[in-house]
């Protein structure tokens, strides 16, 4: 019996060690499948025109330049519409945060009549395709006179509904026992939110903003939209405009995009457990 028992035992560790083998071999192929793209991008950008379009495939450049970074940045005015995209996104960010906020605190804590009526209507705006709204936003645009301005890419996206979602998640989940003992010691509303809540939603703040950044540093079709003047591009519209069919630089396209790409994977790399822990405690508590 000892003996069945010990080859069953090994059989089992077996099987065990081979399951393993396979799931871990899937998901190299699977990791590796992801990351090869972006590979081929940084390959791409230290290559010249003739490497890039060469077939067969180079995989690796003859030589390691830095000349297609320059071009980039220099005579496609890169340059500029890194600063023009660094500057709509903080501002969005901060002011997004600071009105998903204040909603949010208000749909957590105050009761009021109709309060989940329309918070249960706030959210059916998700279900909407942001693509419906754009016309009507335009012509409101149009009617301001805000095209070829920051405000046009600035205020349309001073609020979110998804970030109004997640931080009412997390306010939710804060023990209201504090900011009952602060309203007793005579706190206002203001300074309840501003120096208790606040500090308590740190974690909440920094994935909101990882999640506005990374959506206004990738969006297109708006600034598309509202945006004529070159001096005014941002970093997706000039990367789409490299694409077009008078202009087949490829490598040129490849290092626009590595360049757009670094400030995310920087951003994302310093406040990244902050974004998954943002994933998990997103529906703690209705």
């Given at each position: 019996m000892s003996d069945l028992s010990t080859r069953k035992t090994q059989s089992a560790r077996t099987m065990s060690f081979i399951t393993k083998s396979i799931i871990h071999l899937v998901l190299i192929i699977g990791a590796f499948s992801m990351i090869l793209p972006f590979v081929w991008m940084v390959l791409m950008g230290f290559k010249t025109y003739r490497e890039a379009t060469a077939i067969p495939i180079v995989w690796l450049p003859s030589q390691w330049r830095l000349t297609n970074f320059t071009l980039v940045l220099d005579r496609l005015r890169f340059g500029r519409y890194m600063l023009n995209t660094i500057y709509v996104t903080l501002v969005t960010t901060f002011v997004q945060?600071?009105?998903c906020s204040i909603t949010a605190?208000?749909?957590?804590k105050f009761k009021f009549p109709g309060r989940d009526i329309m918070f249960f209507l706030f959210l059916c705006l998700l279900m909407i395709p942001a693509q419906m709204v754009f016309l009507p936003r335009y012509f409101m645009v149009i009617q301001l006179g805000w095209l070829n301005r920051y405000s046009a890419l600035i205020i349309p996206h001073y609020v979110s509904i998804f970030g109004t979602f997640l931080l009412r998640q997390y306010f939710m989940?804060?023990?209201w026992e504090l900011t009952d003992s602060a309203e007793i010691d005579g706190c206002s509303y203001i300074?309840?939110?501003?120096?208790i809540l606040?500090?308590?939603?740190?974690?909440?703040f920094i994935a909101l903003a990882i999640y506005t950044i990374v959506f206004n540093w990738n969006d297109l079709l708006w600034p598309l939209m509202v945006?004529?003047?070159r001096d005014m591009r941002t970093l997706a519209?000039?990367?789409?405009?490299l694409s077009s069919q008078d202009y087949d630089q490829r490598h040129l396209q490849m290092t626009a995009g590595v360049i757009s790409m670094t400030p995310l994977i920087i951003a994302f790399l310093i406040g990244q457990k902050y974004f998954?822990?943002?994933?998990?405690?997103?529906?703690i508590k209705g």
């Open positions: 945060l600071f009105f605190y208000g749909f957590s989940a804060l023990p300074k309840v939110y501003a120096y606040i500090p308590l939603m740190t974690n909440a945006i004529n003047d519209v000039g990367v789409a405009a998954i822990r943002s994933i998990a405690l997103s529906g």
